[in-house]
Structures are given as structure tokens and as C-alpha cells.
């Protein structure tokens, strides 16, 4: 069975400091992978979405990249962390178009 | 307007109520329709999975699709205390792209 692996947890990091969130998926290939941020009720907010190794495509202009190194793998990065990027990231996976989505259990962020 | 309207709640109902969450939209092209139950601190987890109009019924779950007035259901018979969690309802016209309600909060009290 497939199964997404996201890491850490949780995390605080100060403002100016790089981050580096991974996430990665079992049992499947090719999948096509996103990173999605959740803010108290705003819902969930697309950032990235990759259907092949570098391929990246960006829904929201922002302080934030993004990377698939290999094909089950995806890093979602920045440079320099602001307060405004604190909340709740949530990476996914779906088989292709026609599938719905599955999600990691998400990291929480808190720039301090 | 937005693409997706949902009560944010919360909805606080007695064990053993049946629970009834909706999802209303705008865009007539959407026709994958999903629910997800996302309890706190936790990812989303795919409850519901349903392409077009109709029902779909799987153990105490069952989703209703009415793309006709552009309004979707998810029904919880027998409610439990371990249904409480925050349930989002999403929908797209091709999956390539999902857009996410903002959720309702119910919460089962014994």
C-alpha cells in the first residue's frame, strides 16, 4: 500500500533563517505531488504542484520554492523564512488526474 | 463570490444524531467531488470520493452529489465521539487542481 512520509512535525525557526520541509511517498510511482499551506479558516492553499522529476509548477507568487530531486520526493524550501510564513504545511500525492488527493499529516510551521 | 462555500461551524450534535454537512459551488464544470475528515493537528483524510451526480453510501457515510442546484452532502449516521474532527469538502473539474471549502467543525458529544 502507498504511504507519504512528511517531516518534521513541528517546527520554529526565526525569521531570516532557511527552511527545508521533506516529504516523500511509498508504493507508487510517478506520482504527481503538492505542497498545500492551511491557515485557520482559509482553507487549504495549493503553493506547488509537480507531476514529474523537475517539473514544479507555482500557484502562488511568494517567499517559497520548491523541488522534486527524485521521483517520489519533494522539498519544499526558502531562502529567508518571514512571520507571514508560518502555518500549516501539508504535502500530497495522487496517482494522476483522475485520482483524489492524499495527504502527510503536515508540519507546522511558527517563524518567530 | 467564492468557488466553494462551507459552514465553518461548529456543529455540535448528540451521539447516535445523524450529521448532515454541505458544501455549496459555483463553477457548473466541476464534476469529482470529495470529503475529507481532518482531525487536529493531522493531515486530511479521503472519507468520500464521488464523480458526478448521485449517491455513494460506504459503511455509516453516504455523499450526496446534486450538480443541478451545485450542492453536495456528506451524511454520518449513528454519530460517534470519534467522528469529531473538521470536515472539508473539495471538488475539481479535472483533479489536476482541487479547491478546498474551508471546512465545518463537528463536534459528537456523548
Known amino acids: 500500500s502507498q504511504t507519504i512520509h512528511q517531516w518534521p512535525a513541528t517546527l520554529v525557526q526565526p525569521v531570516g533563517s532557511p527552511l527545508s520541509l521533506e516529504c516523500t511517498v511509498e508504493?507508487?510511482?510517478?506520482?504527481?505531488l503538492y505542497w498545500y499551506r492551511q491557515a485557520a479558516g482559509r482553507g487549504l492553499q495549493l503553493l506547488f504542484y509537480?507531476?514529474?522529476?523537475?517539473?514544479i509548477s507555482s500557484e502562488v507568487p511568494q517567499n517559497l520554492s520548491a523541488s522534486r530531486p527524485q521521483d517520489r520526493q519533494f522539498i519544499l524550501s526558502s531562502k529567508k523564512l518571514l512571520l507571514s510564513d508560518s502555518g500549516f504545511y501539508l504535502c500530497a500525492w495522487a496517482t494522476g488526474y483522475d485520482s483524489p488527493l492524499h495527504f502527510g499529516n503536515g508540519t507546522r510551521l511558527t517563524v518567530t | 463570490q467564492k468557488e466553494v462555500e462551507q459552514d465553518p461551524g461548529p456543529l455540535s450534535v448528540p451521539e447516535g444524531a445523524i450529521v448532515s454537512l454541505n458544501c455549496t459551488y459555483s463553477n457548473s464544470a466541476f464534476q469529482y467531488f470529495m470529503w475529507y475528515r481532518q482531525y487536529s493537528r493531522k493531515g486530511p483524510e479521503l472519507l468520500m470520493y464521488?464523480?458526478?451526480?448521485g449517491n455513494k453510501e460506504d459503511g455509516r457515510f453516504t455523499a450526496q452529489v446534486d450538480k443541478s442546484s451545485k450542492y453536495i452532502s456528506l451524511f454520518i449516521r449513528d454519530s460517534q465521539p470519534s467522528d469529531s474532527a473538521t470536515y472539508l469538502c473539495?471538488?475539481?473539474?479535472?483533479?489536476?487542481?482541487?479547491?478546498f471549502g474551508t471546512g465545518t467543525r463537528l463536534q459528537v458529544f456523548p
Open positions: 509537480s507531476v514529474g522529476i523537475g517539473q
Open positions: 464521488t464523480y458526478s451526480s
Open positions: 508504493g507508487t510511482s510517478n506520482p504527481n
Open positions: 473539495a471538488m475539481s473539474a479535472n483533479t489536476d487542481k482541487l479547491i
